[in-house]
């Protein structure tokens, strides 16, 4: 199948493309302890996936009375987060199977992530998707992170692609409720299976409740390029 110019389909890369959020979680324990706060646990993790790492350390830095300033706090769990992620970061098969087969009909990709864009481009490589992805887009380079669009705003600006003809792929409420501020489709696999009933996942065209042992890269490819859209 020949693809549209028309059509693009922007990724979420932790907990979409890659089960990342492991490490974000160990990365996040091994931080906050450096500052006395000790048993931060997958629950406590677990309140901020979908959101943007910097808005994540500033609630965390409020909440736990941490003086240094959220640009230290970014610095040292990026650098903690790239030494697990080049090894501990693993791709979906399914999430695999889909960029395939739509980098093969020619549909333009972007990821678009809360991530920092050192992260990004480290899992990428790791897991062997960088040449299928080279357009990215990072938090940290847009005014505000998830739930807010600018992310998958700016990865339809840098794909050509007007917002009404962009898809998501997204995991987490937040990014599924900044593909809708943003006009764009949206594909909901939730990484946690108790978040699909989320009022944000309402408003994707597409969604998987079980998550990625429910996700089907066939079914998601043809609602994406069916007839009508």
């Known amino acids: 199948m020949t693809a549209s110019p028309s059509l693009a ?4 890369l932790d907990g979409t493309l890659v089960d990342s959020e ?3 979680h160990e990365a996040g324990r091994r931080l906050l302890a450096r500052y006395g ?15 943007g790492t910097r808005e994540t350390l500033t609630a965390l830095r ?7 300033p959220v640009e230290e706090l970014l610095a040292g769990k990026n ?18 199977a889909l960029v395939e087969r739509l980098h093969a009909a020619g549909f333009p990709l972007a990821v678009a992530s809360g991530s920092s864009r050192a992260a990004i481009d480290a899992v990428l490589a790791g897991a062997g998707l960088d040449a299928l992805l080279p357009v990215r887009v990072s938090a940290e380079e847009v005014g505000r992170g998830k ?9 339809a600006r840098r794909l050509g692609v007007e917002p009404g003809r962009c898809a998501v792929v997204e995991d987490a409420p937040p990014g599924a409720e900044a593909a ?8 909901a696999v ?15 065209g597409l969604c998987f409740p079980g998550g990625q042992s429910e996700f089907d890269a066939r079914v998601a490819y043809d609602w994406l390029v069916g007839p009508g859209h």
Do not use: K, Q
């Open 9 to 12: 389909v922007i990724f979420d």
């Open 180 to 187: 809708h501020r943003a006009g764009m489709r949206c594909v």
């Open 37 to 51: 706060v000790a048993d931060f646990t997958w629950e406590d993790h677990t309140r901020f996936i979908g959101i």
């Open 190 to 204: 939730p990484y946690l299976p108790e978040t699909a009933g989320d009022p944000a996942f309402a408003t994707a």
């Open 79 to 96: 650098r903690i987060y790239l030494e697990l992620a080049r090894t501990s970061a693993t791709v979906f098969p399914g999430m695999r």
């Open 22 to 24: 492991p490490a974000y």
């Open 147 to 155: 739930p807010e669009p600018d992310v998958f705003l700016e990865a």
């Open 62 to 68: 409020e909440e736990h009375g941490i003086d240094a």
